[in-house]
């Protein structure tokens, strides 16, 4: 059980937008900064986004971040196939002593 | 460009030492500027912390800290992994990657990844 609560899965059309949710508490997401990490298929997580809306170079506008208490939300645009992969939040938690991650959405393009 | 690379023996026997190393090219283990965390994940699931290493201090995830320890070699730029009396539970892809401090609290960039299989 994560402490960090996601949707198993989203999915929308080519073109269409997503939004993955985030949840946690005062301990995790409301006093420390958020990153998202992007996993295709059969390779290893990839930095997204960090400090709750900051993009790594290379890391294309369409992806975007944001926080609001004690969630945060991965948003993408312009949804493509190679988009299709599993995103997970993660953050510290105070409470644990220890860095903790969602347990990941799956996002298809229909 | 920092580039991570996982070795090691994929296959491990239950009630064993698990002994994974991270080489790390592109920066230097020994400069302080960052952590270097190991990370895991059982198949078709999610990801979870094992500990991080600066070389002069270590953290580990507190539901594993009995069975771990990480260590820098930094004559090899390479920090290691040991999880100690393994059991199935601990099959799982394991990762290294640069990261991470309370002020930078993200994991970039990661190892490609390596499969430890737990059986006999």
């Known amino acids: 059980q994560s402490v960090l609560t996601q949707p198993p899965s989203v999915s929308a059309a080519p073109g269409q937008q997503v939004a993955i949710s985030c949840s946690g508490s005062?301990?995790?997401?409301?006093?420390?900064?958020v990153s998202w990490y992007q996993q295709l298929p059969g390779t290893a997580p990839k930095l997204l986004i960090y400090e709750d809306n900051k993009r790594p170079s290379g890391i294309p506008d369409r992806f975007s971040g944001s926080k609001s208490g004690t969630s945060a939300t991965l948003g993408i645009t312009g949804l493509q196939t190679g988009d299709e992969a599993d995103y997970y939040c993660g953050t510290w938690d105070s409470s644990l002593n220890s860095y903790v991650f969602g347990a990941g959405t799956k996002v298809t393009v229909l | 460009q920092v580039q991570l690379q996982e070795s090691g023996p994929g296959l491990v026997e239950p009630s064993q030492t698990l002994s994974l190393s991270c080489t790390v090219a592109?920066?230097?283990?020994?400069?302080?500027?960052?952590?270097w965390s190991w990370i895991r994940q059982p198949a078709g699931k999610g990801l979870e912390w094992i500990g991080r290493t600066s070389g002069s201090a270590t953290y580990y995830n507190s539901s594993l800290k009995s069975r771990v320890s990480i260590s820098v070699d930094t004559s090899k730029n390479q920090f290691s992994l040991k999880l100690s009396s393994v059991t199935a539970a601990d099959t799982a892809v394991y990762y290294c990657?640069?990261?991470?401090?309370?002020?930078?609290?993200?994991?970039?960039?990661w190892g490609q990844g390596t499969l430890v299989t737990v059986s006999s």
């Open positions: 005062s301990s995790n997401i409301e006093n420390n900064h």
């Open positions: 990657a640069r990261g991470f401090t309370l002020a930078r609290n993200w994991f970039d960039p």
């Open positions: 592109g920066d230097s283990i020994s400069s302080g500027n960052y952590y």
